[in-house]
């Protein structure tokens, strides 16, 4: 096997018995590194320090990750100017806040004939967040409910 030792240096092609016999020496643990090489790659090192260093890299980088949660807006096809510009601001605030925003509309007994306001309503939803997030994925009418997906603008 090609052995490595806990500086990086490699120590050459031993066997096992002498790579065994060197991590003892040192008081350090044997890894296999790279067993289906050709021949098997082991290095000489403290395990037990190596496992807690991964676990702390692993933690760090969870700790820098964001969670993007979707935040739901129902409007409604027959919405008033007001209430329209209440949902406006509540969607702003999500987007502000780095999530993504899923607007919907439920159509309800004879909206059904009238989908085309309702997608009016989108189309001006989508038009009054512009500056504060871009539409993901257009207004698609599935079965009763119109879906809309918005995403937060990129930061510069």
């Not at 890894?31 to 090192?45: F, L, T």
């Not at 037990?48 to 991964?54: A, I, S």
């Not at 439920?106 to 009054?128: C, D, K, Q, S, Y």
């Amino acid at each position: 096997m090609r052995l490595i030792d806990s500086d990086g240096a490699q120590l050459g092609i031993v066997t096992v018995q002498h790579a065994m016999e060197v991590a003892a020496q040192r008081g350090l643990d044997l890894v296999k590194i790279a067993p289906k090489a050709e021949p098997p790659v082991c290095r000489v090192m403290d395990y037990g320090k190596f496992r807690f260093e991964q676990a702390k890299k692993e933690k760090e980088a969870r700790k820098n990750q964001k969670v993007v949660e979707i935040k739901e807006v129902r409007l409604s096809a027959k919405i008033d100017v007001h209430d329209f510009e209440t949902k406006v601001r509540a969607a702003q605030k999500f987007l502000a806040g780095g999530d993504k925003v899923k607007a919907s509309i439920r159509f309800r007994g004879r909206e059904m004939a009238h989908t085309n306001i309702g997608l009016e309503v989108m189309t001006r939803f989508g038009e009054a967040l512009t500056g504060y997030g871009t539409v993901e994925k257009a207004p698609k009418l599935e079965g009763r409910q119109m879906l809309m997906f918005l995403a937060p603008e990129k930061k510069k």
